[in-house]
T-cell receptor, first 111, second 115 residues
Framework: GESVGLHLPTLSVQEGDNSIINCAYS??????FIWYKQESGKGPQFIID?????DKRQGQRVTVLLNKTVKHLSLQIAATQPGDSAVYFC??????????FGRGTSLIVHP | NAGVTQTPKFQVLKTGQSMTLQCAQD?????MSWYRQDPGMGLRLIHY???????DQGEVPNGYNVSRSTTEDFPLRLLSAAPSQTSVYFC??????????????FGAGTRLSVL
């Protein structure tokens, strides 16, 4: 079936570096994508989203890039801080009622 | 606004016991969902609802039951708990529809252990 996957289950970076978290999706009908951050012991929280008619969207220190040709999504975090340590999920919204989540990437930021 | 409230936060059950995990939201969201999250795994959809009186199965519905009698509440029932149901359970809600209406708001989770 259609699925959303992540290339890297764990990403370790140094504080101050830029982080890039990747996500591959396979449903070409998906028209909306969401990134969530899940801190330890908490539920996922919305970070940023992007519609399929866009290829880039910027937030505060975060940027999401969408490449529909290769069905790839990435989340870039600038000047990564220890507070960015969390699990990051991408989710895609296609024809189903509820968005489909990927497996998640654990980001570890070393001081 | 409390957002999405889940109770209890922690629960220990014996095999074969039944229980209900509660979920309530005060954002007037039509869509509500239950997920389970196992170590090293993502979020797997158990059941969801697109409005009061309407529910449907997700990816892993076996052993769980839901109902949606009001817009605010979406309880998840474990009929006969099994060790395989040891997990963290998250409830989420959204407006549902297109674009940003699909952004889900999650509760803090219920950590369930079945012995």
């Amino acid at each position: 079936g259609e699925s959303v996957g992540l290339h890297l289950p764990t990403l370790s970076v140094q504080e101050g570096d830029n982080s890039i978290i990747n996500c591959a999706y396979s449903n070409s009908a998906s028209d909306y994508f969401i990134w969530y951050k899940q801190e330890s012991g908490k539920g996922p929280q919305f970070i940023i989203d992007i519609r399929s008619n866009m290829d880039k969207r910027q937030g505060q220190r975060v940027t999401v890039l969408l490449n529909k040709t290769v069905k790839h999504l990435s989340l870039q975090i600038a000047a990564t801080q220890p507070g960015d340590s969390a699990v990051y999920f991408c989710a895609e919204k296609g024809g189903s009622y509820i968005p489909t989540f990927g497996r998640g990437t654990s980001l570890i930021v070393h001081p | 606004n409390a957002g999405v409230t889940q109770t209890p936060k922690f629960q220990v059950l014996k095999t074969g016991q039944s229980m209900t995990l509660q979920c309530a939201q005060d954002m007037n969201h039509e869509y509500m969902s239950w997920y389970r999250q196992d170590p090293g795994m993502g979020l797997r959809l158990i059941h969801y609802s697109v409005g009061a009186g309407i529910t449907d199965q997700g990816e892993v519905p076996n052993g769980y039951n839901v109902s949606r009698s009001t817009t605010e509440d979406f309880p998840l029932r474990l009929l006969s708990a099994a060790p395989s149901q040891t997990s963290v359970y998250f409830c989420a809600s959204s407006y549902g529809g297109v674009g940003t209406k699909n952004i889900q708001y999650f509760g803090a989770g219920t950590r369930l252990s079945v012995l």
